[in-house]
Each structure stands twice: as structure tokens, then as C-alpha cells.
């Protein structure tokens, strides 16, 4: 009956009752009396319809600007009771590159806003009296660098990060989480022990492992599908003083895996010698040696190093860091001796940084004001992140790295390489990585003008078919498909389940439209 009426007419009209409706406080929940955060002035939706990777406009009918957690469990409740639902998006930073944070015609909820305006502490940190465990209790529209800071005026951290730290809690626990500590600390959906959810239904429930474990195990890496993160208790460990921070440059591929496979095997949280980061960055002749990601090379060295890069096409840096404190202080340089010892790097290529805890976890934002004072920060950014077995990445650089790159020559921006643990993921999650015990994370983190982004990704299409043809079973992390066929194949045995979840708790599809799963 309804498909012929235009959809933004439809939700419009929806929208206006709703605005009229938020004045009227319904028993149950208590909302600030005035219909003025939910707008849809020019402004607002061009922000909404936006994202950073700024190649994807999807402009909505309506935002929400909330001011507690209850404005956001009106909404939605709002939205399943009508008779025609209409689309709900929950946008933090607006990080993601290809839209998944927008619902066009719909609502977008502006989690920054909450941030700003909330009328509760969004970040608590508290010891539990009954195991004496200390926790961080975390609004999902949180940033991560505050919550660093929030910790560390405990003397304490969380143990797993993201490289860029300007990102939202629930936003990085709906994909993952994942940095350089993954292989030894776990992504960062394996260190939340408990969450509150607001489900598709308007519901909010409280989740673990052990209470509503379904939702819990869903959210997690759940891509946005089945609630909205309002709150994850984290777990936190003392935290370091300072950090070792050391990059190691390679010429063959195969003494770079093995080196990094080896420095993994070392992966127990409570193992003494073991590095606490382990990433791996590709260098190729054209690039300068310091990207975005930070300026760690000594200008001095640069000319030695663009001259191995022109030697050799394809370059890697190895890059670990280890953790420590007063009463490491004096056994950090042994303890890092007896890990390197037999390494195959490139003989006086070894570069060594001794920085505070804090600028070591927050060394993107340099380059990130860097980037932002040339305007060379908000452009898009045709970003292509796979997850590739450890069987078949020799196979990988060869066609990728050193033919793909290179033959196309338009790589700009880091090009990332490094291994982590299947052991230290958790299966019942949403997440979907190689059925191998170890794997790569591979990201290509272009930037690029608004009148060639399409070139990359025309690269980034001509990696996937290789990776197709070649039988290299890849899965895409911040996954991007155009048809739910290739979404069924992307979650595998998980895609059953996936729906189960998705008619359990957002049966009328209300969530996350932006990811294009059930709505392509």
C-alpha cells in the first residue's frame, strides 16, 4: 500500500509528529521537555550526511541531538511502534569511509552531542569489591583518548587500542578494535566484560557474557545491527610510565613475516620478555619515510632510506614497542636485547624512541593537525582493510605489494602489515576473521583529491579479484559489499546466526541502514 508514496515523505511526516511527541514525557522514561533536539537544519544534516571517508552522501530527514540515553531509547522506540519504521543511524565521529554511520531519509543520532551535553559522568572508573578487578564504565559516545586519561588518573589503562584515538567507543567495539597489542591483549570487543544496549526495539538491556549473552556476543563487532552501544565496562590493568618504541627497516619479505611471527610467538599477557605492540608498515620507492602516522625517522637518516627504497621498489618496517616503568626500568634494554637477538633486519637500519605512554598511544594526532592545517585532512579517503591467512601471504605480496602497487604507482598514505591471534579472538562474537591461527591485518589507509578517489578503489577492486582468483580466502575488516550474496559469503557459518540475531533484537530493520546488509 505504502510503496508508491515517496519514502522522505513518509519519514518526514513521522519526524514532525515526533517532535511534537518529545514535549510529552511518557511515564516510564524521562525527556527534557523541549522538541528542539531533534532538528533538521542544513547544517546538521549536511554534517550527518558526511563522513571521513568522504566518497558516500546519504542525507538524512532528521537529527537527534540527545541529551541523555533515554532521548535515544525514545526515539527508536518511536520508530518500531509506527506502522511504517523509519531508519536510525548512531553516528560518533563520523570515522567511518563508506557511509555506514548515515540513514538516509531517517534519523541520525549525533552521539557527539551526548558527549558534549550529557548530564551524567560518561567515563567512570570503579574496583569491583567482589573480585577487586578494576573497570572503566564508558558511555558508548566516549572518546578513547579520554578514556586514557581517565584511567591513567587512577594509575591505570585499558590494554587494547586503535591507532587514532579521536574515535568513539561504541563505534570501535561495533567493528572490532584493533592496533598493534591485538596479537597479545586481544581485538577490543575481547576486553568488555559488560554492556548496555538499546536493542531495535527501543529496549535497553544490560549484557555479558553470562546475562542476555545472545545480545552481548552480537553487538560485539555486530557492525551496528542489533543496538546501540550506551555503555561498556572495559577492563583495565596498571598502567606504564613510558614506552620503547623501535622501527626496523627489511628488504625480503620472508625475513620480515618470519621476524614478526616469531616476536608474536611471545604472546602471553603475563609473560615478562613479551612486546607489548607489534605493527608492520610497506615502504615503497616513491613514498617519503614519514607518513601521517607519525614523524618517527631522524631527517638525518632519510636520504639512506628513500635511497634503499629506490634499490629495492618495496621496502618493510618492522615497528614494536614494550612498555615500562620504575620497576622495569632497569631490565627494559635487556629484555629487548634477548628478543632481537637473531632478527634479519637491514643491518643499520634499527631507529629507537624512548617517549611517555601517552604520546606513544597517541602518536596519530600529530599528523592528524599536521594534515588538518594544509586542509588535507577531510578528503576522501578510499581505505581497503583484509584480514589474510598466514598460509597464503607470500602469495599476497607477491601479487599485491609487488605487482598491483607497484605497477599502478598511486598508493598514497600508510600501507599496513602485521600479524595477530585467532586464540585471541572470541568465536561467539560477531566479528569474522580467517579460520587460521595466525593472520595478517593489511591496510591500505589511502588519502586522495576529490577528483581521483576512484582510481583507488579501482586498485582496491583489482586486489580483491586477485585475492578471488588466486583462492586467498580474505575477510574484509570495516567490511564494504554491494550485495548480500557477498555478505553471506563474508560471515560464512556466522551468517545464520547473524540473521537469528538481527530478527531478534531489530526485527523491523530499523538500525545501522549505512552498512547495507539486510537493505542492499
Known amino acids: 500500500m505504502t510503496e508508491n508514496l515517496p519514502v522522505h515523505f513518509i519519514v518526514t511526516f513521522f519526524i514532525n509528529r515526533l517532535k511534537s511527541s518529545i514535549s510529552k514525557s511518557k511515564p516510564w522514561i524521562t525527556l527534557h521537555p523541549q522538541p528542539n533536539n531533534l532538528v533538521d537544519d542544513p547544517e546538521s544534516l549536511t554534517l550527518a550526511s558526511s563522513d571521513y571517508g568522504n566518497m558516500v552522501k546519504e542525507i538524512p530527514a532528521a537529527v537527534l541531538q540527545p541529551t541523555s540515553i533515554n532521548d535515544v531509547v525514545h526515539l527508536i522506540n518511536y520508530s518500531y511502534n509506527n506502522p511504517i519504521p523509519f531508519p536510525v543511524a548512531a553516528r560518533g565521529q563520523g570515522h567511518s569511509v563508506r557511509g555506514q554511520a548515515m540513514a538516509k531519509n531517517g534519523v541520525v543520532i549525533d552521539m557527539s552531542y551526548l558527549r558534549r551535553n550529557r548530564e551524567t559522568p560518561g567515563i567512570t572508573i570503579s574496583r569491583l569489591r567482589s573480585t577487586g578487578e578494576i573497570y572503566a564504565d564508558v558511555g558508548g559516545e566516549q572518546l578513547w583518548i579520554d578514556v586514557l586519561n581517565a584511567a591513567l588518573a587512577y594509575g591505570v589503562t585499558p590494554v587494547s587500542w586503535t591507532d587514532y584515538l579521536y574515535i568513539t567507543v561504541g563505534g570501535t567495539l561495533s567493528n572490532g578494535g584493533i592496533s598493534g597489542q ?33 545480545l552481548f556476543h552480537a553487538v560485539l563487532g555486530g557492525l551496528g545491527q542489533f543496538g546501540i552501544i550506551s555503555r561498556a565496562r572495559i577492563a583495565l590493568e596498571p598502567a606504564p610510565n613510558r614506552v620503547k618504541w623501535i622501527r626496523m627497516l627489511y628488504t625480503n619479505f620472508f625475513a620480515f613475516a618470519k621476524d614478526q611471527e616469531r616476536l608474536i610467538s611471545f604472546n602471553e599477557r603475563k609473560q615478562a620478555n613479551a612486546l607489548d605492540y607489534l605493527e608492520g608498515l610497506v615502504l615503497l620507492h616513491h613514498d617519503s619515510p614519514d607518513t601521517w602516522r607519525s614523524s618517527f625517522f631522524p631527517p638525518s637518516d632519510h636520504p639512506r632510506i628513500i635511497s634503499l627504497a629506490n634499490q629495492n621498489s618495496v621496502i618493510y618496517c618492522l615497528e614494536v614497542a614494550k612498555y615500562y616503568d620504575r620497576h622495569t626500568q632497569s631490565t627494559i634494554d635487556k629484555d629487548l636485547e634477548v628478543l632481537f637477538e637473531g632478527l634479519d633486519y637491514e643491518s643499520g637500519f634499527k631507529f629507537e624512541k624512548d617517549v611517555t605512554y601517552v604520546k606513544f598511544l597517541n602518536r596519530v594526532r600529530s599528523g592528524e593537525l599536521k594534515l588538518q ?6 578528503v576522501p579517503h578510499p581505505w581497503l582493510n583484509l584480514f589474510v591467512p598466514k598460509s597464503r601471504i607470500f602469495d599476497f605480496d607477491a601479487g599485491v605489494f609487488k605487482d598491483i602497487v607497484l605497477r599502478r604507482n598511486i598508493t598514497k598514505g600508510p600501507v599496513l602489515i602485521y600479524p595477530m591471534n585467532y586464540s585471541k579472538w572470541d568465536s561467539r562474537n560477531s566479528t569474522v576473521i580467517p579460520d587460521e591461527e595466525v593472520f595478517y591485518t593489511i591496510g591500505f589507509l589511502h588519502s586522495s583529491g576529490f577528483d581521483d578517489w576512484k582510481s583507488f578503489d579501482r586498485q582496491n577492486e583489482e586486489i580483491l579479484e586477485f585475492c578471488e ?18 555478505w553471506i559469503d563474508h560471515f560464512g557459518s556466522k551468517w545464520t546466526n547473524f540473521g537469528d540475531m538481527k530478527m531478534k533484537f531489530d526485527p523491523k530493520y530499523i538500525l545501522s541502514p549505512g552498512q547495507r546488509i539486510f537493505n542492499v
Request: glycine share 8%.
Open 182 to 214: 591485538t596479537f597479545r591483549y586481544g581485538p577490543q570487543v575481547s576486553n568488555v566484560v559488560e554492556m548496555d544496549v538499546v536493542t531495535g526495539q527501543g529496549n535497553m538491556l544490560t549484557c555479558s557474557a553470562k546475562k542476555n549473552s545472545e
Open 373 to 378: 592545517s594544509q586542509a588535507l585532512w577531510n
Open 469 to 486: 582468483k588466486s583462492g586467498i580466502e580474505i575477510k574484509q575488516y570495516l567490511p564494504n559489499y554491494k550485495t548480500q550474496r557477498q
